[in-house]
């Protein structure tokens, strides 16, 4: 699997012409967070590409845009962040917004708000109207790991660096994990 220890690559685009990639090794940069660059297959969907990166599932960052409904015509969308191997709890993203329908964005939309195709969105918002919120599960390990908006390229990121971020721009660090629901304990039939 190869690595690079990175700073900002060194590819010619406009960084504020909405290359999401760009933009974010730019802002990372910025503030000197820690971060590697790891090339690997096109891939997007989380239990394959945590394989192709070398990680557990819930070391990966999932990240899925949510629309939630406040009012006849208002709604609110949020880049909901929880661990590789949880679901985002519709139910309680919903009543953390106080509104009165939850789903998740269209492909569309999802892409319009993170500036990036399904599967690499990344764990930041660029857009005013898509408000962040992180699971606190997602902060348990030393580093995160998340499509870095291509197929073909991910970042390991310093936990630390995405907190300081988080708590930097008034992201919220809630639980949005829907919590796994737990086997029945066996029964001894002998008993």
């Known amino acids: 699997m190869p690595q690079q220890f990175a700073s900002a690559p060194q590819e010619s685009a406009d960084v504020t012409g909405g290359d999401a990639y760009l933009r974010l090794v730019s802002l990372l940069d910025e503030h000197g967070a820690r971060y590697r660059v790891v090339d690997h297959a096109p ?3 989380t239990e394959e590409v945590s ?12 990240c899925l845009v949510v629309m939630v409904k406040t009012g006849k015509r208002t709604k609110r969308y949020f880049l909901a962040v929880v661990p590789g191997d949880a679901r985002v709890d519709l139910p309680g993203l919903k ?3 106080e509104g009165s329908y939850v789903s998740f964005a269209s492909a569309d939309r999802a892409e319009e708000l993170s500036g990036s195709v ?3 969105i990344l764990p ?3 857009h005013p109207d898509l ?3 992180v699971d606190p599960g997602v902060l348990e390990h030393e580093e995160i790991f998340f499509n870095a908006a291509r197929l073909d390229r991910s970042l390991a990121l310093d936990t630390r660096d995405y907190r300081d971020h988080l708590l ?7 639980p949005v994990a829907a919590q796994p629901s737990r086997p029945e304990p066996a029964v001894d039939a002998e008993a």
Request: aromatic share 6%; charged share 20%; glycine share 14%.
């Open 131 to 133: 408000e962040l919120v």
């Open 124 to 126: 930041f918002s660029f």
């Open 51 to 62: 394989a192709l990166r070398g990680h557990p599932v819930s070391q990966g960052a999932k």
């Open 43 to 45: 891939e997007g969907r």
């Open 118 to 120: 399904s599967g690499t």
């Open 168 to 174: 930097r721009v008034g992201a919220r660090i809630h």
């Open 95 to 97: 009543a953390l917004a």
